[in-house]
C-alpha cells in the first residue's frame, strides 16, 4: 500500500478506528503491544502520526526488514532499554535473523556504546584537566588532544 493509499484509509476510517486496526496487527504479528504503543493509543491521533512516520522510514528504506530490526535491537541494547531490546529480538527473529546475528548485533552495539562513553568522558577530563589550578599546582600535566 503506498503512502497516499496508506493516508486515503485513515480518512475513511476514521482516527480511531485506524488507531484499533494498527494496534491489532501489531498484537498478531508480534504477540504483544509495547506499551509505548498503548499509551500512544489513547490519544489515537499520536499513534498513527508514530507509526505513519515509522512506516514512512522503514518501508522505504533501501534496508531490508531484518537488518532494520537488527539495528532497532542494537539501539535498544545500547540505551539499556530491556523492552526495546526484547521487542526488536523478538521482531529480528521473525524477520529471519539468526542467534549469531542477534548476538553479533548485541556485540557491536556495546563496542560502539562503550567506546562512546570513553570518547566522551575522555574529552571532559582533558578538557577540565587542561584548567584544572589544584592539578597545576601539584605538577600534574596532562597532554591534550583535539581529536
Known sequence: MTFEEE???IVEAGTDEACAGWMKAIEQEYGKIPLIFQRMAERPEVLVSHLLYKDAVTKTSALDPKHIE???LAVGAALKCVHCTGYHMTAALKMG????????????AGLISNSSVLANAYRVIDDKLAKCVPCETQGIV???SDE
Do not use: D, G
Open 70 to 72: 537488527l539495528i532497532c
Open 142 to 144: 596532562m597532554e591534550r
Open 97 to 108: 535473523a539468526s542467534r549469531e546475528e542477534i548476538l553479533e548485533t548485541v556485540l557491536i
Open 7 to 9: 493516508l486515503s484509509r
